[in-house]
């Protein structure tokens, strides 16, 4: 009975730790904090120097096309970022984010050519991604499946649905309205593109640092039997969280559908690569607990300015998946470091 009651304390704790702007600051300053602690400055700084010496080895980098073609290449990625870090903050991981982009798509490409109507279409499109997240997420808190194996099991799942419905055939004559969403731009100034990202991550931002749903999932990845204890409804939270992740798949693959004005099957190859990548550069423990989705909107930008800067400078685009990796590698070694000075270790 005493040991239940140290469990319930210990999961009020969590609770009240995995609460952004808590201890009574304003949102705001919290979440300023909350970036700082994440290395958010830091990466901005890493961002600059980057943008500064490829500035200096190509004049092509800050030619208006680039600059608006690392945008458009940072929205699709952030986007998934954005849901991947929820995921990532609960304590789980989600490797099936570019097969369900892909199936997305599709499915949302043979509902425009069976009805006609670019609403629908792209409501199934958006559904069909939360449906494969919540199908990710029953399997992880109903059978018990490990976040890695299910989502690499729905990775295989989502990219062989993908390619059946379509026959490994791109689709092609999407509407205007449809190409305006990966293509237009606001007053003929601001790309939609740029700006549904920045709605994604506003929204983003409310529910990480705004709402008991946020908290909720600070405190299940700082520890989920402690949250449990606490009365917080872990199995919806995670289901909840994976969801999310499925749905803002779908939604980018929209935006990537517009602006290349074709659906294709093979869409989104490597992209949870990408965003696992945004969300760990970000600061974000894979360990869960601990992570800041403004950091994970920084961590996007410094991915797609390499992936573009390397393509600037001729590198070959087999090594660019290593030096992706490589980031990758050392930015969980950095975590792991930073962990263990912590932890007196």
């Excluded at 100034?189 to 409310?206: L, Q």
Aim: aromatic share 8%; proline share 3%.
């Amino acid at each position: 009975m005493k040991k239940a009651e140290n469990d319930q304390a210990s999961g009020k704790r969590a609770f009240s730790m995995g609460a952004p702007g808590g201890g009574g600051n304003s949102g705001f300053t919290s979440g300023l904090r909350g970036l700082s602690r994440n290395q958010g400055f830091s990466m901005l700084i890493i961002l600059a120097g980057m943008w500064l010496i490829l500035g200096l080895l190509s004049p092509y980098f800050f030619t208006r096309d680039n600059l608006l073609e690392i945008t458009l290449q940072t929205a699709v990625i952030a986007i998934i970022a954005a849901g991947e870090t929820f995921i990532i903050i609960s304590a789980g991981i989600d490797l099936s984010v570019g097969a369900v982009f892909a199936a997305s798509a599709v499915v949302g490409g043979l509902v425009l050519d069976a009805t006609g109507s670019l609403p629908l279409a792209l409501a199934s499109t958006v559904g069909f991604g939360a449906l494969l997240g919540l199908t990710n997420g029953v399997l992880i808190t109903k059978l018990w499946v490990p976040p890695f194996i299910a989502t690499l099991g729905m990775m295989g799942v989502a990219r062989g649905l993908a390619l059946i419905l379509s026959n490994g055939i791109p689709i092609y004559g999407l509407p205007d309205a449809y190409k305006f969403i990966g293509q237009g731009r606001l007053f003929d100034i601001i790309p939609v593109p740029t700006v549904i990202m920045i709605a994604v991550f506003a929204v983003g931002y409310i529910i990480a640092n705004r709402s008991r749903f946020g908290r909720f999932i600070y405190a299940i990845g700082s520890n989920a039997e402690a949250a449990r204890l606490s009365g917080i409804k872990v199995v919806r939270v995670i289901i909840g969280v994976y969801i999310i992740g499925g749905l803002l798949a779908g939604l980018a693959s929209i935006i990537e559908s517009g602006r290349l004005g074709i659906i294709q099957p093979a869409g989104g190859n490597g992209y949870e690569l990408l965003a696992i990548g945004a969300v760990v550069i970000g600061g974000t423990s894979l360990f869960g607990g601990e992570g800041s989705i403004i950091a994970t909107l920084i961590g996007a930008i410094i991915m797609t300015t390499l992936r573009n800067g390397l393509n600037i400078l001729g590198v070959n685009a087999f090594w660019q998946y290593v030096v992706n990796g490589a980031i990758i590698i050392a930015a969980i070694a950095i975590d792991q470091y930073r962990r263990r000075r912590q932890q007196g270790g």
